[in-house]
């Protein structure tokens, strides 16, 4: 099993970004996936997530300005950041859950209902 996130990167207070996770050893589509984040000093914390069903469910913090994806012809997961903010400066890291075949994600994103995880990209957003 391998995560490999992409696309991170430097820009302006109000730019947009959009994360891809490549996966690997799995089916994205098998399982819930997820995104999460960890800025300089801080715990990390969930941003968002995608069931199997396609269901999703977003920290508030993101709500209504990103949206998570994914090809399952590609198997990779994605993330989309509009109005980016400099308090979503961090490192992004993707995850898969850890029951194959599972129902719908976790409500609250929490940490111990993934098991694996990428390396991280890291997003630095400037005012």
């Known amino acids: 099993v391998q995560l490999v996130e992409s696309g991170g990167g430097s820009v302006q207070a109000g730019g947009s970004l959009r994360l891809s996770c490549a996966a690997s050893?799995?089916?994205?589509?098998?399982?819930?996936m997820g995104w999460f984040r960890q800025a300089p000093g801080m715990g990390r914390e969930g941003v968002a997530a995608i069931a199997r069903d396609g269901s999703t469910i977003y920290a508030d913090s993101v709500k209504g300005r990103s949206t998570i994806s994914r090809d399952n012809a590609v198997n990779t997961l994605y993330l989309q950041m509009n109005s980016l903010k400099p308090e979503d400066t961090a490192m992004y890291y993707c995850?898969?859950?850890?029951?194959?075949?599972?129902?719908?994600?976790?409500?609250?994103?929490?940490?111990?209902?993934?098991?694996?995880w990428g390396q991280g990209t890291q997003v630095t957003v400037s005012s």
């Open positions: 050893g799995y089916s994205v589509s098998n399982y819930c």
């Open positions: 995850a898969r859950g850890t029951w194959q075949y599972g129902g719908a994600c976790s409500a609250g994103l929490p940490q111990y209902d993934y098991n694996y």
